[in-house]
């Protein structure tokens, strides 16, 4: 508890100093609102009542109290044990539900964890002693006993580091770890003890999920059919289906939501069939879905994501090339795809889906490597850095050797000449590079710097394929550069994608890949610190630094903020050191972040 709680309890003049010391050295353990209330000599309506007033949130009695109906379906059971919280009232249709917890700062770290995770719900906290909560979730939902976790009711605290949603709302995934704890507390001694790991039950949480995956792949293999061999649609559909999860996801919709946008984009497949999407049992309304727009009415978030990857797919058949580029898909959107004014946070959404998917289809490229020739010694620090959070690896020199002796043993991709001052000497650089066989196939760019007094054309006469200003366009450089990389005699084999921590972070990173269902090695650099972490078809597999491996590895690279990052497509893979999911490994990471930063 901290200050500030206390110092609202005295306030409110439910309880005095005194007796706040007393309760908090009576409730060791666990139990704080039960002894508070043995402190006092108030009716159990009047306490609470009282305690309603100093925690601003409703405080209430579970010793009776019921789980609401329905709950078990929307939430993990493990979710109840490990973070501690129990669902008094739910509301599916309008997915609110009301969540018992042991405080307010209780309440604020549930808020922060359910705004990390992916499925969303409104949700509403009470407030109920420790121990009658935990005595609640035990009764309502029994789990074996080394799968059960107390330490989050007003104990350890299960925080990450995002933040809370806004207006207070929160949004709920179902934590489920690849494996339970290994240790759990012998009842009464208070030390931890070896159990074995028995293999848990088929929940209803569980068979709803593997009904769900059936009634999906019902519905592929029956559009695969009435497809036939016609490759072109079937790879159609299959993006359909994919930027509708990846848009539902993103935009947090409920369970029952997103399945039914992905079943909806898989029978949009046979639109031109109604027949056989009616003749299709299914227990959702899947045909309003996909001919919303048809039938007048107005459309749901399900088929506003449909109609836009829709819009999205004629736009990309109409202009490929334009489709390629952010800027004027959001353009040709506007357009085309109607609702586009009244729901910009879907577009935009979208939009990020797809420059998620172009980054992560760089990954199995590579962006190449740039050797940055800066004669007069000037700082090319803001430039290379430029260059590197666009993808490149980029290696600074300072002489015309300097550039040969690197792109004979690195293989360089481009070369690029930072001319200041009067700009002669770049010019002259430019001409020896050119005149150098070893040199003379790799695309040369002069970049001009403001107030140089060569000009552009001085660069193109002594060999430049190509000049640019200072300070440097981004787009327009990375137009450059590919143009000069995919030129036919440019070599093939190039260096693997690189960038910053500080424009993506290492969670982000990892969500990216895992994503993409990406086998990637990453290696990571902070400072004098190195570390490595393997994925195998979007899954950690392993992780290690400074001589740690294994999930505690991954944990100590999440608390990276600065540094680089370098990867490359894996093939063959090292002996498996992490076996949790990479969900619970993001999670639990930034619970522990968050528990450093608290420290």
């Excluded at 604020?108 to 409104?122: G, H, T, V």
């Excluded at 690197?406 to 430019?430: E, F, Y």
């Excluded at 030129?487 to 969500?511: C, T």
Aim: aromatic share 6%; net charge negative; glycine share 8%.
């Amino acid at each position: 508890m901290n200050d500030e709680t206390k110092q609202a309890l005295v306030e409110s003049g439910l309880v005095n100093a005194e007796q706040l010391a007393e309760a908090l050295a009576k409730s060791k353990g666990g139990g704080f609102i039960r002894a508070l209330k043995d402190v006092t000599d108030l009716s159990e309506k009047d306490f609470y009542d009282g305690l309603s007033k100093a925690y601003r949130m409703p405080c209430v009695s579970l010793k009776e109290t019921k789980m609401a109906p329905g709950a078990r379906l929307a939430v993990s059971e493990r979710c109840f044990h490990q973070w501690g919280i129990f669902p008094i009232d739910y509301d599916p249709k309008g997915g609110l539900m009301t969540l018992a917890v042991s405080g307010p700062e209780h309440a604020e770290r549930i808020e922060k964890i359910f705004s990390f995770l992916m499925e969303s719900f409104d949700n509403a906290y009470v407030c109920a002693d420790s121990q009658e909560l935990r005595d609640a979730i035990a009764r309502e939902v029994p789990m074996p006993k080394a799968e059960v976790k107390h330490a989050s009711i007003g104990g350890a605290k299960p925080s990450v580091s995002k933040p809370g949603a806004k207006g207070g709302s929160a949004k709920m995934s179902i934590p489920l770890p690849s494996k339970p704890r290994e240790k759990t507390e012998e009842k009464g001694s208070g030390k931890p003890q070896a159990s074995p790991v028995p293999k848990p039950a088929k929940t209803e949480e569980t068979v709803s999920d593997e009904l769900v995956k059936s009634l999906t792949s019902a519905v592929s293999l029956l559009v695969n059919a009435h497809l036939g061999n016609d490759a072109e649609r079937i790879a159609s559909v299959n993006a359909r289906v994919r930027y509708c999860k990846l848009t539902a996801t993103r935009l947090a919709v409920t369970p029952l939501q997103a399945t039914k946008v992905i079943l909806s984009a898989w029978l949009s497949a046979l639109a031109d069939k109604k027949d056989v999407i009616r003749q299709f049992v299914c227990p959702y309304d899947l045909e309003e879905i996909i001919f919303a727009e048809e039938s007048g009415r107005g459309l749901g978030i399900e088929s506003l994501i449909l109609s836009l990857v829709r819009s999205y797919q004629d736009l990309v058949d109409e202009s490929p090339e334009d489709a390629r580029d952010v800027n004027l898909t959001r353009r040709g959107l506007f357009m085309k795809w109607g609702p586009a004014a009244k729901h910009q946070d879907v577009l935009e959404t979208f939009l990020q889906v797809l420059m998620d998917e172009q980054f992560v289809d760089k990954l199995g490229k590579h962006a190449g490597r740039i050797i940055v020739l800066s004669r007069s010694g000037a700082d090319v620090a803001e430039i290379t850095g430029t260059m590197e959070r666009s993808g490149f690896a980029v290696k600074p020199v300072s002489s015309v050797d300097d550039v040969e002796a690197d792109a004979q043993g690195n293989d360089a991709d481009l070369i690029v000449v930072h001319a200041d001052g009067d700009g002669k000497d770049a010019v002259q650089s430019c001409r020896a590079i050119k005149q150098k066989a070893s040199l003379s196939d790799i695309g040369l760019i002069a970049l001009i710097a403001e107030g140089a007094a060569a000009n552009g054309a001085e660069f193109l006469r002594a060999g430049a394929d190509d000049f640019l200003n200072d300070p440097i366009d981004v787009e327009l450089f990375l137009l450059k550069a590919e143009k000069l990389m995919a030129m036919p005699a440019r070599k093939e084999e190039q260096s693997g994608v690189s960038g910053s921590l500080a424009d993506m972070s290492f969670s982000d990173l990892v969500q990216v890949l895992s994503a993409g269902g990406k086998s990637m090695d990453v290696s990571v650099t902070s400072g004098e610190h190195e570390g490595r972490i393997v994925l195998r078809d979007g899954n950690v597999v392993h992780a290690e630094t400074g001589g740690v491996t294994g999930e505690q590895a991954f944990y100590e690279l999440m608390l990276w903020k600065v540094g680089q990052f370098s990867m490359s497509e894996c093939q063959s893979f090292p002996e498996a050191t992490v076996t949790a999911s990479t969900m619970s490994l993001l999670m639990e990471g930034a619970r522990l972040a968050d528990e450093g930063a608290q420290a």
